[in-house]
T-cell receptor
Framework: GAVVSQHPSRVICKSGTSVKIECRSL??????MFWYRQFPKQSLMLMATSNEGSKATYEQGVEKDKFLINHASLTLSTLTVTSAHPEDSSFYICSASGWLAGGPDTQYFGPGTRLTVL | AQKITQTQPGMFVQEKEAVTLDCTYD???????LFWYKQPSSGEMIFLIYQGSYDEQNATEGRYSLNFQKARKSANLVISASQLGDSAMYFC??????????????FGKGNQVVVIP
């Protein structure tokens, strides 16, 4: 149980284009989803927290117009990197938590999306 | 200030041996939770074990156990009988405040473990 999928696993795009990453909880309802960014050999950096049906809460320093987050249902959240630039290249990981999956605050992670912007 | 500290350099562990990964934390909350995650080279973060601040017993999950020393604010992970598949980065994380669906986690910088045959 508590499986989270992420799509795509890898994406390469040209500078200036937008990229959408999907995060799905497959076998539980995720009341909250989190989006992280991870640089090589570094820890996870929380970008934003999203609750189903409401606006995401962004961490300080994260541009909300750059990283658009939508959490339209209890099983799906999307992150759109708008007008991507090479410095946006990174590993993006989502996580989901829900009352039925190991407790209300256990976050289960997706497999991550490696974004490369040329 | 860093909330989670993991300072050990990369570790080499002999297969079948036990390994302890250090984690210290900093919080003024009475209610908090501590998590350990494993990240193999493929990138996914795998939840291993959870310890609540009010839990009196140390958490155990199979070969994983958490050595929780509240007064010292440490939550070390012990992996017994290491296997080659245990080679990964291990992250300690903390939730501050009571459990709810919105809890953010603070992650440490991670410990690299390489299990050698």
């Amino acid at each position: 149980g508590a499986v989270v999928s992420q799509h795509p696993s890898r994406v390469i795009c040209k500078s200036g284009t937008s990229v959408k990453i999907e995060c799905r909880s497959l076998d539980f309802q995720a009341t909250t989803m989190f989006w992280y960014r991870q640089f090589p050999k570094q820890s996870l950096m929380l970008m934003a927290t999203s609750n189903e049906g409401s606006k995401a809460t962004y961490e300080q320093g994260v541009e909300k117009d750059k990283f658009l987050i939508n959490h339209a249902s209890l099983t799906l959240s999307t992150l759109t990197v708008t007008s991507a630039h090479p410095e946006d290249s990174s590993f993006y990981i989502c996580s989901a938590s829900g009352w039925l999956a190991g407790g209300p605050d256990t976050q289960y992670f997706g497999p991550g999306t490696r974004l490369t912007v040329l | 200030a860093q909330k989670i500290t993991q300072t050990q350099p990369g570790m080499f562990v002999q297969e079948k041996e036990a390994v302890t990964l250090d984690c210290t934390y900093d919080t003024s909350d009475q209610s908090y939770g501590l998590f350990w995650y494993k990240q193999p080279s493929s990138g996914e973060m795998i939840f291993l074990i959870y310890q609540g601040s009010y839990d009196e017993q140390n958490a155990t999950e199979g070969r994983y156990s958490l050595n929780f020393q509240k007064a010292r604010k440490s939550a070390n992970l012990v992996i017994s009988a290491s296997q080659l598949g245990d080679s990964a980065m291990y992250f300690c994380a903390m939730r501050e405040g009571p459990r709810s669906g919105n809890n953010r986690l603070a992650f440490g910088k991670g410990n690299q473990v390489v299990v050698i045959p």
